[in-house]
């Protein structure tokens, strides 16, 4: 019925069924379609046709003040609903960064957010500097909500939790000048001779059992432990120093000029959701969705 009444209108502004097809950017048939059901709806004649153009009836012209008055009404009550809709609603602040792509819960959240309406997503971007991601994490629950990344920080579970969405495989990148970088693949013993930095500032489990396990069965290679969390920082050095580094699939387009090889190494990172310790009701709410969602896929 709306479509029908603002066709109304603009046949009766325009004074032809072809003009206001144009001005609908809908065929001349469609308009005359409409009219005429609009007629049978309402059960009298609103226009006289004539050949050269429309006018309005009796009754036509009594209706076209009430049908304006409808639209308006309509559009004012459209304003109202979405003002409402919005003050009811809970924008959730995803943190995202190069080395922490929010994607894995963007495109998670695409699939369902029309079930959800509720709920909106604000993007807030933050640097990865090892400097000062230490304060970054902290920020989780007050200016950000969650961040959306791998697991490599232990030492500061204190101030978050996680939510496991997936693993990362692990890698090897190396400059493109290196004599590795043409390998679709490379096993542990092509590193041999070779230096490995294999970055841990943030003191993770999974990379301390990659690097006992490397020590220990692999002293060929001569690992470089670099005491920092993960930034743009070290993948620039290791390509300066054409020293191999020990990454995730992940992150295989953060540096052009860096190759990223899938490894042999029988280990994975976990990434997902970091959030708060005591999350909001709104993110609880959130994170309840997320967590059934991708309970519902595996």
């Given at each position: 019925?709306?479509?029908?009444?603002?066709?109304?209108?603009?046949?009766?502004?325009?004074?032809?069924?072809?003009?206001?097809?144009?001005?609908?950017?809908?065929?001349?048939t469609?308009?005359?379609?409409?009219?005429?059901?609009?007629?049978?709806?309402?059960?009298?004649?609103?226009?006289?046709?004539?050949?050269h153009?429309?006018?309005?009836?009796?009754?036509?012209t009594?209706?076209?003040?009430d049908?304006?008055?409808?639209?308006?009404?309509?559009q004012?009550?459209?304003?109202?609903?979405?003002?409402?809709?919005?003050?009811?609603?809970h924008?959730?602040?995803?943190?995202?960064?190069?080395?922490?792509?929010?994607?894995?819960?963007?495109?998670?959240?695409?699939?369902?957010?029309?079930?959800?309406?509720?709920?909106?997503?604000?993007?807030?971007?933050?640097e990865?500097?090892?400097?000062?991601l230490?304060?970054?994490?902290?920020m989780i629950?007050?200016?950000l909500?969650?961040?959306?990344?791998?697991?490599?920080?232990?030492?500061?579970?204190?101030?978050?939790?996680?939510?496991?969405l997936?693993?990362?495989?692990?890698?090897?990148?190396v400059?493109?000048?290196?004599?590795?970088?043409?390998?679709?693949?490379?096993?542990?013993?092509?590193?041999?001779?070779?230096?490995?930095?294999?970055?841990?500032?943030?003191?993770s489990?999974?990379?301390?059992?990659i690097?006992?396990?490397?020590?220990?069965?692999?002293?060929?290679?001569?690992?470089?432990?670099?005491p920092?969390?993960?930034?743009?920082?070290?993948?620039?050095r290791?390509?300066?120093?054409?020293t191999?580094?020990?990454?995730?699939?992940?992150?295989?387009?953060?540096?052009?000029?860096?190759?990223?090889?899938?490894?042999d190494?029988?280990?994975?990172?976990?990434?997902?959701?970091?959030y708060?310790?005591?999350?909001?009701?709104?993110?609880?709410?959130?994170?309840?969705?997320?967590?059934?969602?991708?309970?519902?896929?595996?």
């Open positions: 019925m709306i479509e029908q009444l603002k066709t109304f209108v603009q046949v009766t502004e325009s004074g032809s069924f072809s003009k206001a097809a144009e001005k609908l950017f809908i065929s001349s469609a308009v005359m379609k409409q009219m005429n059901l609009l007629e049978k709806q309402t059960g009298v004649p609103l226009f006289i046709r004539t050949n153009g429309v006018r309005l009836t009796k009754a036509g009594a209706f076209i003040k049908a304006e008055f409808m639209l308006q009404y309509f004012e009550s459209l304003i109202r609903m979405h003002q409402s809709a919005q003050a009811n609603r924008i959730i602040r995803v943190g995202t960064s190069i080395l922490n792509p929010c994607n894995i819960l963007i495109d998670l959240w695409n699939g369902i957010s029309d079930l959800y309406p509720q709920f909106g997503i604000n993007i807030v971007h933050f990865d500097d090892a400097h000062t230490p304060t970054t994490y902290r629950g007050q200016s909500d969650i961040i959306a990344g791998p697991f490599l920080t232990d030492n500061l579970k204190d101030y978050y939790r996680l939510l496991e997936g693993s990362y495989r692990v890698c090897f990148a400059s493109r000048q290196h004599r590795l970088a043409s390998r679709k693949t490379l096993c542990v013993e092509d590193l041999y001779g070779e230096r490995l930095a294999i970055v841990n500032g943030g003191n489990a999974v990379i301390h059992e690097r006992d396990f490397l020590k220990m069965k692999h002293p060929q290679i001569r690992i470089k432990d670099v920092r969390l993960y930034d743009l920082d070290v993948f620039n290791c390509e300066e120093s054409n191999v580094m020990l990454t995730l699939e992940a992150w295989a387009d953060i540096h052009p000029s860096l190759v990223t090889i899938p490894s190494l029988d280990f994975t990172v976990p990434y997902g959701l970091i708060p310790l005591h999350p909001s009701e709104e993110v609880g709410q959130f994170l309840e969705i997320i967590k059934e969602m991708r309970e519902r896929f595996d």
